[in-house]
């Protein structure tokens, strides 16, 4: 069906594949719960620090009045509770990471949809001028990761995502002997514990920019997409195309 434009009509075609679209709601989950534990397990001592001797009465941020509740997982003041589940989920989490680069370098996934092409250098610039004027890719353009999507995926899992479980792991005295030159490198346990908060906040970036940009694409067209691998795509008519090479 034709739509606002004679050479155009809706076409529903097969955008995700079914083992990433398990994947993304296994990370969604996890995430959600992450943050939330990890958030209860801060509200235990609310304020950060930076150094192997740090001056606690000077914190490089502090909550004054605690976390807010509603943005822990139990919900209430229970730093044993926060713990457990911080750990099942982080496990879950990077088990499901694993699986994810395993099926993305045994499917191609990452050599063909996520590593940047010349293409995709040269068109960095455009590609935040069509963020910016809010323009939304058609065709196959629309089937294809754009450059800053490619960027952003790739720091989350190659750089964002390995310093959350390494900043994760640096805080349990048992891994002293096995990244003692990490938490040297660092300045410590207390380091690492604000750069954990830190990957933290920027997953909760990264996770608000994506709904943001879920909302400004279509947020039912993509959900549904997410959920059963078929996004409904506006794409150039086959007889607009064969009625404009004859008027040439």
Known sequence: MAMGHPGWEWRTVLRHRAPLRWMHWINAVCLLALVGSGLQVLNAHPALYWGETSDFAHPVLAFRDGIPGWTTIPGYRSLALGRRWHFFFAWLWVINGACYLAWSLASRHLRDDLAPGRADWRGIGRSVLDHLRFRHPQGEAALRYNPLQKLAYL?????????????GLSMSPQLDTVLGGWLQLVGGRQS???LHFG???LFMLFFAVHLLMVVYAGPLNHVRAMLTGRLRVRWPRADADAGEGGDG
């Open 199 to 201: 990957a933290m906040a």
């Open 192 to 194: 690492a514990r604000t």
């Open 155 to 167: 720091g989350v899992v190659f750089v964002l995502a390995p310093l959350a479980i390494l900043t």
